[in-house]
């Protein structure tokens, strides 16, 4: 006859839970943080000391590769082309993705569906495909080597389409329809009532738009050959050239160009947390 075990107190089952739960997700943030230092420990190594697992491990503080680095584009102009390019991207976005989201998730007219169901079947083309048309639609208008290739191109997010109209589907219908009889106009009832609501769901746009265009290289890169109005990422090109790639100012320049929107992103964090979590009623409904 065997004897039975006694069983495990709660509270110190729950501790082991929690410890585990915790030694994972230092693991998990010590594997996403590697490639960060990895970029770091190279920034610092010379070019001879870049393909060795020890000297990436432990770098050897070379910090005049950042002078280099520096000197070699010119980085001001192009974090001035960034921004002014990614802020000029969002505004468009926020403004296609409220109007668009709006008519879909609120208006009733005819052929709704089958337009926003072509609209979503943009996400299913490579971008890839469409380079060659669209370096032939810019030349015949003009716009190569210009701020409007960069910005009028990605100023409509199907993304931000679809997700401010299912935020618009989340909410009572009630409210519109109440607008409505007491004689709001269509842009009244936007403007007032469902700009407020969906702010969330802007922010979010905003910040997804923001990344993509300050980490655009090909589009850029294609369609601009003129420093003067280039993006950052364009400029870290300048570090491959016929004799190979320069590693080590290669790394220390994505470090400067990284470090500005890391910032940007860790400050509004918590913005960004609080509109996934209001807007993920939105899209379940």
């Not at 393909?51 to 432990?58: E, F, G, K, R, W």
């Not at 802007?202 to 655009?216: R, T």
């Not at 993006?231 to 190979?244: D, N």
């Amino acid at each position: 006859m065997t004897l039975a075990q006694p069983p495990v107190p709660r509270g110190r089952s729950q501790r082991s839970r929690g410890a585990v739960r915790r030694v994972v997700a230092v693991l998990v943030g010590l594997l996403f943080l590697f490639p960060f230092y990895y970029i770091v420990a190279t920034s610092l190594n010379s070019a001879s000391q870049s393909s060795s697992l020890s000297d990436v491990l432990l770098p050897h503080w070379h910090w005049e590769n950042y002078g280099r680095a520096w000197a070699a584009a010119p980085w001001p102009r192009l974090f001035l082309n960034t921004v002014l390019i990614g802020a000029c991207t969002v505004v468009l976005a926020m403004a296609t993705s409220l109007l668009a989201g709006f008519a879909f998730g609120v208006m009733r007219f005819r052929g709704r569906g089958f337009l926003f169901t072509l609209v979503m079947a943009v996400m299913m083309v490579p971008g890839t495909v469409l380079i060659i048309p669209d370096y032939l639609i810019a030349t015949d208008i003009h716009w190569l080597d210009t701020y409007w290739i960069q910005i009028v191109p990605w100023g409509a997010s199907v993304f931000g389409i679809f997700l401010v109209r299912q935020f618009f589907l989340g909410l009572p219908a009630e409210l519109f329809d109440a607008a409505e009889l007491d004689g709001a106009t269509r842009f009244r009832m936007l403007w007032s009532i469902g700009l407020p609501l969906v702010r969330p769901a802007l922010l979010i746009i905003a910040l997804q738009v923001f990344l993509a265009s300050w980490n655009s290289f090909l589009w850029p890169f294609i369609m601009t050959q003129d420093p003067n109005v280039q993006p950052v990422e364009v400029g870290l090109a300048a570090f491959a050239g016929a004799e190979g790639t320069d590693y080590p100012g290669l790394a220390a320049a994505v470090v400067f160009t990284t470090v500005p929107v890391l910032a940007f992103f860790l400050v509004l964090q918590r913005h960004f947390v609080t509109g996934a979590m209001s807007t993920a009623g939105g899209v379940r409904g």
